[in-house]
């Protein structure tokens, strides 16, 4: 069974960092491009960021572009993000997911909270 | 970057009717890079339909998807109890950023 589990989350203040993990079981995991997709409070979904299998195509929204960045270590089954310069928009459940080998996202976390607040 | 215009914003309807959600792109979706999800509350996302129109594996066929290049279709045929729920269209074209539409929230009439 593919599971995602996110973590990391919490209440970190304005400018400050924040890492965020995803433990994936039960797929091979460097078969798979993975993203970040979150969605703030009573909001709609947006895509954050993407990486391919070997980490040598990685993309990001506008939003986050030169403030996070996507990682992934295909020894230890894991995916990051690395968000720095936080700000109160980007406070959301950010979920990891899955890219199918269709191109879409087939499998998704439950996701892990992150409140960006003083 | 491509802009999806998901349409209506709220949908209501009784169960056993049909359906019909709409997803418009500001450009033409590549080789129909479109899909479709279902969100329930406190729920993650589920796949419905990739490629446009093929359906998920264990999505009912009362679930459907059509069109090419800017204009797509969701549409359940009957309404079940189980399908009042948010939509999303999304495009994963050949490179970032994969957008998402606004949501359509199908409600209970």
């Known amino acids: 069974e593919v599971q995602l589990v996110e973590s990391g989350g919490g209440l970190v203040q304005p400018g400050r960092s924040l890492r965020l993990s995803c433990a994936a079981s039960?797929?091979?995991?460097?078969?798979?491009?993975m993203h970040w997709v979150r969605q703030a409070p009573g909001k709609g979904l947006e895509w954050v960021s993407g990486?391919?299998?070997?980490?040598?195509?990685?993309g990001y929204a506008d939003s986050v572009k030169g403030r996070f960045t996507i990682s992934r270590d295909n020894a230890k089954n894991s995916l990051y993000l690395q968000m720095n310069s936080l700000r109160a928009e980007d406070t959301a459940l950010y979920y990891c997911?899955?890219?199918?080998?269709?191109?879409?996202?087939?499998?998704w976390g439950q996701g892990t909270l992150v409140t960006v607040s003083s | 970057e491509i802009v999806l215009t998901q349409s209506p914003g709220t949908l209501s309807l009784s169960p056993g009717e049909r359906a019909t959600l709409s997803c418009r792109a500001s450009?033409?979706?590549?080789?129909?890079?479109l899909a479709w999800y279902q969100q329930k509350p406190g729920q993650a996302p589920r796949l419905l339909i990739y490629?446009?129109?093929s359906r998920a594996t264990g999505i009912p066929d009362r679930f459907s998807g059509s069109g090419s290049g800017t204009d797509f279709t969701l549409t359940i045929s009957r309404l079940e109890p189980e399908d009042f729920a948010v939509y999303y269209c999304?495009?994963?074209?050949?490179?970032?950023?994969?957008?998402f539409g606004q949501g359509t929230k199908l409600e209970i009439k």
């Open positions: 990486i391919s299998w070997n980490s040598g195509s990685i």
């Open positions: 039960g797929f091979t995991f460097d078969d798979y491009a």
């Open positions: 450009q033409s979706v590549s080789s129909s890079y």
């Open positions: 999304q495009q994963y074209g050949s490179s970032p950023p994969y957008g």
């Open positions: 997911v899955r890219q199918a080998v269709a191109g879409t996202l087939d499998y």
């Open positions: 490629g446009a129109s």
